[in-house]
């Protein structure tokens, strides 16, 4: 071995064995640093997992999507439900996604759903679901993954045809046995051929609604034809709930306009916003774009993240005051170990490097403990919980460099301290 | 420097403490003195009469406010820190009275302690450090901490430890200070056997006995060397090796 890189180890090996003769005191000084260095990992790493995925959602929506929703205006709303029978109009038309496409710069392509409620049915099961009226691409705008079959084809759509697709996991519900593809679905008065099946990534549409839809899986739908959806359920949606029924009049549900690049979003965003305000005489509609929403996520988990750090960064500066005023306890306690050290031919840097040495392996000792238990504690909480926890290697190496880079700057001043003691003194002190 | 034959050479060193305004100590206050190779000097004195002063000076621990001091043919008088600290760990050998072990480490590391400061390999001296713990009666304890080890044990550590670096002089301050009369008798036979050996010995003690061994016996008084004895039957016995 390098004679160098022995004479350090020969110090930092000397070292430990000082810190080891006060076994309990080196223990509780490096208490602050483990808990420094554990809280900085395991708190951005609960927080990067709780940022992650509602951006992974976001992400999934598009971030060259603006998505323009039918929404029920606030004073229809209470009209609705009392008792008369009463046709609420309300919401997208099929104009205002052909006035997008036409007018908008930079749209690929627009695509628009029908969202109808429904059972559907199979020889005895009965599953309500979701039917989704819509547009051969949808599969590429949302992000479906296709299992099985195809899904709807420019043909189904210019024939009406009565073809459907199905998720997978209503797919098992319904047809718990046989093979679902080429087996006919009832929906409502109508029979559907099944000719594919999806898994659905995300499901914007149902996880804003899930209030109202509580406790049922999320992937209960049924895709059929836009076209197909029109001429079976008409432009009137009819719901009967408990004593009252509710007739609404809604073209489209949903329009997702797809940009041609992301750089378009958010000229087109207010284009869009001025052109519906033309046409609509109540603000029956809302729009998310969520390359927005995922830069709002992103500014809140750097603002989280500067708030976290800086709490984890006051323990571990509570810690390194810790070792300082240990170190210079330390320092006095072994002054005379110092005035031996100087005259058995110590320079000042020597005793500066030795103190230096013990301070550092106390901070790095600590960071290192406090890694094993700060890895551990998001494992631990999102095993107990079912919280998302991510562990970055960022946050793992900022940590132990903080700890270190404490260990050097609180132990520079005692060490410098000792190395300044007059040997005469030391020798001399009892 | 090994050709030099005069160890210690002081030309009117003085040492004055500034107390105050007014208060200046002259601890030492001019004093001359040669010591040469192989001799075996003891400095006796009454309390605040430079003493101790003497001693840290002679250790390369403190540096004389006027005069010159050659050891081994140096000026040290007027080194800066470092290089002072690189002298004591060169030239001088340590021995305290109250032993001045380091009490985490084991003998044999004790013994180490001087070589680590003189940046030299510590696997290459160990069979040297053990050596000199048999040489001192402790060949079986190289790995007993000092709280292990009786007062007289923990002494010949010492003097182990002070001949590790193979000094110019050995400076030892009271050795039997803390020692009972018969545990000290043989701590100073075991520095006699080391003057035999050709070793320069620098003994400060107020205890006339233990001077007794010396060849020189130097009185100190107010600061200034007061009068010197010799020791006849002892300066025939070990008789400076002179060349040429």
Known sequence: MNPLAFQFLVIVRLGIKSLLLHKLRSALTMLGIIFGVCSVIAMLAIGEGASYEAQEAIKRLGSANIIIRSVKPPEDAKLSGIGRAQSIDYGLTYRDAARIQDTVPGVKRVLPVRIIRENVRFAQNSVPCQVLGTLSFYPEIVGLEIVRGRFLSDWDEINNENVCVLTVGLAQRLFPYQDPLEQSVKVDAFYYRVVGLVREQNLPEQRTQSGQMEGEPLDNNVYIPLSTSRTRFGEVLIRRSAGSFEAEKVELHQITVQMNDTATVETADPQIKTLLRRFHEKVDYETIVPLQLLRQAEQTKRIFNIVLGSIAAISLLVGGIGIMNIMLATVTERTREIGIRRALGATRRDITLQFLVETVVLAVGGGLIGVMVGVLTPLLVSHLTTMKTIITLWSVLLAFGISGAVGVIFGLYPAKAAAQLDPIEALRHE | ?244
């Open chain 2, 1 to 244: 420097m090994a050709a030099v034959d005069t160890i210690i050479r002081l030309e009117g060193v003085k040492k004055h403490y500034v107390l105050g305004a007014e208060v200046t100590v002259r601890a030492l206050d001019g004093v001359n003195l040669e010591v040469k190779r192989g001799s075996y000097v003891a400095i006796m004195g009454p309390s605040g009469s430079g003493k101790s002063t003497m001693l840290n000076i002679l250790g390369c621990l403190d540096r004389p406010t006027a005069g010159r001091y050659y050891l081994g043919g140096i000026d040290v008088s007027e080194m800066p820190d470092d290089q002072l600290s690189a002298a004591r760990g060169r030239m001088i050998g340590f021995i305290f009275q109250s032993y001045n072990l380091i009490a985490q480490l084991t003998v044999i590391e004790n013994i180490q302690v001087p070589l680590l400061y003189q940046r030299k390999d510590l696997r290459a001296y160990y069979d040297h450090c053990v050596q000199l713990a048999r040489l001192v009666g402790l060949g079986d304890r190289l790995h007993h901490r000092p709280n292990q080890l009786s007062g007289g044990q923990q002494q010949r550590v010492a003097i182990a430890r002070s001949l590790v670096n193979d000094p110019l002089m050995i400076l030892a301050d009271e050795p039997t200070g803390n020692l009972d009369s018969q545990t000290g008798r043989e701590v100073l036979e075991l520095i006699d056997t080391l003057n035999a050996q050709g070793k320069t010995i620098v003994l400060v003690t107020h205890d006339e006995r233990v001077a007794g061994r010396a060849q020189r016996i130097i009185h100190m008084r107010d600061g200034l060397i007061d009068r010197e004895v010799l020791n006849g039957h002892r300066q025939a016995a070990t008789a400076p090796p002179h060349k040429s």
